[in-house]
């Protein structure tokens, strides 16, 4: 069976590894402790899929806060424990990464130290040797294209011919600008609400909450048995 995707991009928080809720559960507290007050909606509305810095800006802009370059080292070193001890892969990512019959990668806006460790403490060290970029590639981070038009280009395809999964709609914005298809992913423990919602796909072509049913979806793009 033919396919007209010859790309498939994989962001990671929140797709690959359930971990926006670790991540904005420590942002909450760290920016706490220098008297800036957010909620989880807040995080999950202005920060999911951002780079640190937009994150940073956005305090600045928000709260008038210029947070000191310890808070950033403090919140990582933090982030990375509660990584150690809580997160976890996504159910049947493996799976359905090792029977693609496309191309594939990842693309996300997390620093390369944390993206190597989050790999590493799940297990995905292996399917995305090489086959990663990183928000630090780019000038614009999501949700403008250049993160997923350069992942396109490392991997030589047309970005037409890409598939991309991803869970924020900053990500989502950043896949269609790009030109390619997207699907949403709200499997996560973060998009718990958003699946009985009217409209989960938030500008998708269509939302998915469990990788065991992705090809379901797309057949095509399942190796055939031999």
Known sequence: MSSDIDLVIFDCDGVLIDSEVISARMLVSELAKRNVNITMDYVTHHFLGRSYPVVLQQIRDE??????????????????SAFERDLRPVAGVRNVVEHLAADYCLATSSSPPRLAKSLDITGFTDLFHQRTTTAAEVLHGKPAPDLFLLAAEKRGADPARCLVIEDSENGIKAGLAAGMTVWRFIGGSHLENLRNTRDPAAGASLAFASFDDFYQLRPDLKQELT
């Open 63 to 80: 709260f008038g806060v210029d947070l000191p370059p310890e808070f950033e080292t403090q919140y990582r070193a933090n982030l990375l």
